[in-house]
């Protein structure tokens, strides 16, 4: 892995300015104030959001209490999906803080999983850490962790670790000095203006010929909807980390440094501004 630390750091601390407010229909016994906390980008909303559910149910009646929910201009917000990825998709060219409506009644079924407790997080983000590392490694460097570095991994994410989680996170993204890269790429795309969840398929970081994919060729591939035709203007932005890398960076380096904690690049594709 090639150590541009800074880049690290950077996506490690960043943060999004949220308000959280109580849906209006909520019965409480005085009015709820407005909660507001910087959300980690990385981190998963199930896992930041004590303060805010311990700061509601202060004005609520206990027994109007079930399990809470946060939503966005009508679009219920899916936990398991990383805060910066929800942000991107659904919010990115708004105002800040973003605001956010919580629920705590009317779970919305179809839209959302069930999260009732952070051992349910943990089992999520595991999860695509094992998926990651089984395209990166065919699972090699996963399966030869120990138990306790799998729960450091854990514990760095939950505790807002950078040192703590990158000293078992460089083992998922280096690779044999004889090869250029990963074996495919972990990547997610998610377009805002389709329902269907998200696409995935296989991506070598590495040419046939040798040279290296880029961003750009990942998209031609696999969305090329999201790329402009060379006769028309760019209707769409590409989004990673509330930046539009350019299209000629190499996805292996993306991968490397851009990467969410579960170690998938989660690439939002969102229209164009108008105004």
Known sequence: MTDDKDVLRDVWFGRIPTCFTLYQDEITEREAEPYYLLLPRISYLTLVTDKVKK?????MRQEEVSEIWFEYEGTPLKWHYPIGLLFDLHASNTALPWSITVHFKNFPEKDLLHCHSKDVIEAHFMA???????????????????????KQLWMGLQNDKFEQFWAINRKLMEYPPEESGFRYIPFRIYQATTERPFIQKLFRPIASGGQLHTLGDLLKDV??????????EQKTQ?????????LETPIQWLSEHMSYPDNFLHISIIPRPTD
């Open 55 to 59: 700061h509601f149910q202060k004005v």
């Open 238 to 246: 590409v989004m990673i980390h509330g930046i539009e890398p350019m």
């Open 223 to 232: 969305c090329p909807s999201a790329i402009a035709p060379e006769d028309g």
């Open 128 to 150: 695509c850490i094992k998926e990651a590392d089984a395209l990166k490694h065919k699972s090699q460097v996963i399966n030869e962790m120990q138990k306790k570095d799998h």
